[in-house]
């Protein structure tokens, strides 16, 4: 009885695991690099690399207030975000569909700073929540993956429970690709096991008010009436933020304003996600005609407040610098286990389905979500330097080449499967991503100039550390396949 349990488990583990993982390889890797979206964003922006340190004040918030009343009264509807730790700069911003952008600010004195246009880590960010394709359909496709990977993580846990310790114990890496795969992907998927379970479970209970609007109490279509009657009045604040911004730091404690947002009849400072475990839109009203504060509004409270409690553990943005590198270390470690199942099923599906159309399909996907989707975010990072910085709509440019980068791996993956020359596939793209790695640093700083060479640890030199380091893995997994039989 127990031998057709772990059989009939096996099956659901390998095709929900596969059909799942295809996507969740994809959903794990852009959350893995949107826990530095913000820092990918200052990279994709080197005209900040020279800049100091510099502090808000009540003079540049006031004159960041005048660009956001010019605009509003052109018709759009922007707020204005707060510097931070991670951000040191004021920036205007509106939602273009599929990240925020807009100018960046000096704090000191409202200067525009005329920064390149970038949608930055916020591509990773979309494509980790919806998978670029908005807010409904993206968002169901990664709520349904979600629960195909808790199906496939308890199935995955009945089928290898009974040998499980010694199968740790005996960790072979350099044994035959079938035994060494699964090695890697029983000691990814056991070390990784609470976060993985964390995180998606936190992500699907995040997702659900969305997708299931009856259980939200109607917070999202008030959020939407309030945005429209945004939008047709367009009236702007007159009042200077300045003072409402002192008034609002002395409610939630100094640096603790996250963002601005107008409206007609209210200008609200939001207390910053990174203020609190607890992730609520908290918020103090002042009257944009005379800066008076109306009310202090808390967000979630009671049992609405656990879906904070899950933002908060899904997101991390109230953790020091050392949390996010550890999810993205688990993140990262969750992709490969994810990878490695990918893998498995093909090696697996190759003994008896060998030269089948629907097996170089399945071999293309794998490589094209495994080395493919490395390489077209690389790509990604290099486009960024190498279009023109003055050039109109430069961001959707950025990720049209991302896509279209990621497309050809798609393509090559399938040429190379189609013809039985999977494994040359698999050594040329890990090469691509080994160009493309260690050639980034080399890039930033011709690219940035004098800037470049200052004597500091900043987020440009840790992401082309980071760039260095994957071009160099990408070598050794190259090596790796060559010598593999």
């Known amino acids: 009885m127990r031998d057709i349990l772990r059989n009939r488990m096996g099956w659901l583990h390998a095709w929900v695991g596969f059909v799942c993982g295809v996507i969740l390889v994809v959903v794990f890797t852009g959350g893995t690099l949107a826990m530095f979206d913000t820092e990918i964003t200052r990279w994709m922006q080197p005209e900040l690399s020279g800049l100091s340190q510099l502090t808000l004040t009540e003079e540049g ?50 200067s525009d700073l005329n920064v390149r246009q970038t949608q930055g880590g916020q591509l990773f960010f979309d494509l980790h929540q919806s998978l670029y394709r908005g807010p409904v359909w993206g968002n169901m496709v990664t709520e349904l993956v979600a629960i195909g990977l808790l199906v496939a993580v308890f199935s995955g846990i009945v089928i290898h429970f009974r040998n499980l310790v010694p199968d740790l114990l005996l960790f072979r890496p350099f044994a035959a690709p079938g035994r ?28 659900a008010p969305r997708l299931f609007p009856m259980i939200s109490n109607g917070h999202g279509g008030k959020a939407a009436n309030r945005s429209g009657h945004d939008r047709a009045h367009g009236m702007a604040p007159s009042a200077p933020l300045g003072p409402m911004w002192k008034q609002a730091e002395a409610v939630y404690g100094e640096g603790n304003i996250g963002f601005i947002r107008f409206e007609p009849r209210a200008v609200s400072f939001y207390r910053s996600d990174a ?11 002042f009257s944009p005609r005379d800066g008076q504060q109306i009310a202090v509004k808390p967000g979630e409270r009671g049992v609405q407040s656990l879906g904070g409690v899950m933002r908060g553990l899904h997101y991390a943005r109230w953790g020091t610098s050392g949390l996010r590198w550890l999810y993205f270390i688990c993140g990262a470690v ?7 199942g990918l893998v498995l099923f093909v090696i697996k599906h190759r003994r008896n ?4 159309l629907r097996l170089a ?3 293309a996907f794998t490589l094209t979500v495994t080395f493919g989707l490395p390489f077209a975010a690389l790509g990604f990072l290099w486009s960024n330097r190498l279009i023109a910085p003055s050039l109109p709509q430069r961001d959707l440019l950025e990720a049209k080449v991302f896509f279209l980068l990621w497309l050809c791996t798609l393509v090559h993956a399938a040429v190379r499967s189609c013809t ?66």
């Open 275 to 285: 203020a609190n475990f607890v992730i609520t839109r908290d918020h103090v009203d």
């Open 361 to 363: 399909v399945a071999e």
């Open 180 to 207: 060494a795969w699964l090695d890697a992907h029983l000691m990814a998927g056991v070390l990784m096991l609470p976060f993985i379970i964390m995180i998606t479970y936190t992500g699907a209970v995040i997702h």
């Open 334 to 340: 969750g992709s490969a286990m994810m990878s490695a």
């Open 61 to 110: 918030l006031n004159r960041a207030g005048e660009q956001v009343q010019a605009l509003r009264d052109a018709g759009q509807t922007v707020f204005l975000n707060m510097p931070s730790a991670r951000d040191p700069v004021l920036r205007i911003l509106h939602y273009d569909g599929h990240a925020f952008v807009g100018p960046a600010l000096n704090p000191r004195d409202g």
């Open 420 to 485: 039985g020359h999977v494994r040359a596939g698999w050594r040329e793209q890990a090469w691509g991503i080994a160009v493309l790695g260690c050639g980034l640093p080399v890039l930033d700083v011709v690219s940035r100039g004098g800037t470049a060479f200052a004597p500091r640890l900043d987020v440009y030199g840790v992401v082309d550390a980071c760039a260095l380091g994957f071009g160099l893995l990408a070598v050794w997994g190259q090596s790796m396949i060559a010598r593999s039989r």
């Open 353 to 356: 389905h060998g030269g089948t």
